[in-house]
């Protein structure tokens, strides 16, 4: 069975950091590309970071850049998504998701999907 888990999702006070964890069963993540999306509530899932299979190039949305690093563990089957400096607009839903995209912040280029982790920044 293909599947995507997140997890480091929690509460943290802004300013704080949190790693999220996107670790893959049943196929090897090596292949894709791994990019995290991110959904706050009533609004529409939006990119945040990716990072390719072939060359470890990084994507980041212009609202985590330089806050925000991406990276990719193959031996552990896992990418991270560290995220320092933390806002109150951080907080939402964080999904990963594995595919060949070409632009990597499309949500329909993305093949297999995690069931997200809650981010909560808030004093």
């Known amino acids: 069975q293909l599947q995507l888990v997140e997890s480091g999702g929690g509460l943290v006070q802004p300013g704080g950091s949190l790693r999220l964890s996107c670790a893959a069963s049943?196929?090897?993540?090596?292949?894709?590309?791994i990019g995290w999306f991110r959904q706050a509530p009533g609004k529409e899932r939006e990119g945040v970071s990716c990072?390719?299979?072939?060359?470890?190039?990084?994507y980041y949305a212009d609202s985590v850049k330089g806050r925000f690093t991406i990276s990719r563990d193959n031996a552990k089957n896992t990418v991270y998504l560290q995220m320092n400096s933390l806002k109150p607009e951080d907080t939402a839903v964080y999904y990963c998701?594995?595919?060949?995209?070409?632009?990597?912040?499309?949500?329909?280029?993305?093949?297999?999907w995690g069931q997200g982790t809650q981010v909560t920044v808030s004093s």
């Open positions: 049943g196929f090897t993540l090596d292949y894709y590309a």
């Open positions: 990072i390719s299979s072939s060359d470890g190039s990084t």
């Open positions: 998701a594995a595919g060949a995209p070409r632009d990597p912040i499309n949500v329909y280029e993305y093949d297999y």
